[in-house]
Antibody
Framework: QVQLTESGPGLVHPSETLSLTCTVSGFSLTGYSVYWVRQPSGKGLEWMGRMRYNGDTSYNSALKSRLSISRDTSKNQVFLKMNSLQTDDTGTYYC??????WGQGVMVTVSS | NTVMTQSPTSMFISVGDRVTMNCKASQNVGTNVDWYQQKTGQSPKLLIY???NRYTGVPDRFTGSGSGTDFTLTISNMQAEDLAVYYC????????FGGGTKLELK
């Protein structure tokens, strides 16, 4: 059974760095790409970036200067780091394999 | 980035209605479009992949069509459980979502 679970701090202060972990099970990170998607409260979905099955990454051009995605295949984990957070980065962050494989999301609030 | 423009942004509908929503891409994306349904407080759920292929378990009242720049999601016999926000997603280039169409009861 495919499962993805996001984890990370619920509160980040402005200008600090957000670090999130996506732990997967039921599939291999060397066989499937994993994506990060976020959703500001009450707004739509935004594709942030992806870790491809072969280790390559690609990013939303609007976030590229602040965003880094990496992985540890031995731990079945994909990581997101985004720096210089501001209040409009507040929202729910999802990791997904695409299709039907989505995490439940983690709420991140940027506030002092 | 490829911009996906969804219309309308919201619709007031009744149970039993036929519902049509649209997604227009700013450039040709072939048939590399998915449709997602998101209910309040839930993760998005895949309905349609490759523009017109119904995902496993999705009721046949959901139909996707289109190619190139113009795509449509149709719900043939609206049910109360279909109240949600619907998003298109293109993945021909770096993926981008449309802004969503919210279905609400009249």
């Amino acid at each position: 059974q495919v499962q993805l679970t996001e984890s990370g701090p619920g509160l980040v202060h402005p200008s600090e760095t957000l670090s999130l972990t996506c732990t997967v099970s039921g599939f291999s990170l060397t066989g499937y790409s994993v994506y990060w998607v976020r959703q500001p409260s009450g707004k739509g979905l935004e594709w942030m970036g992806r870790m491809r099955y072969n280790g390559d990454t690609s990013y939303n051009s609007a976030l590229k200067s602040r965003l880094s995605i990496s992985r540890d295949t031995s731990k079945n984990q994909v990581f997101l780091k985004m720096n210089s957070l501001q209040t409009d980065d507040t929202g729910t962050y999802y990791c997904t394999r695409g299709g039907s494989g989505w995490g439940q999301g983690v709420m991140v609030t940027v506030s002092s | 980035n490829t911009v996906m423009t969804q219309s309308p942004t919201s619709m007031f509908i009744s149970v039993g209605d036929r519902v049509t929503m649209n997604c227009k891409a700013s450039q040709n994306v072939g048939t590399n479009v998915d449709w997602y349904q998101q209910k309040t407080g839930q993760s998005p759920k895949l309905l349609i992949y490759g523009a017109s292929n119904r995902y496993t378990g999705v009721p046949d009242r959901f139909t996707g069509s289109g190619s190139g720049t113009d795509f449509t999601l149709t719900i043939s016999n609206m049910q109360a459980e279909d109240l949600a926000v619907y998003y298109c997603l293109q993945y021909n280039y770096n993926p981008t979502f449309g802004g969503g169409t919210k279905l609400e009861l009249k």
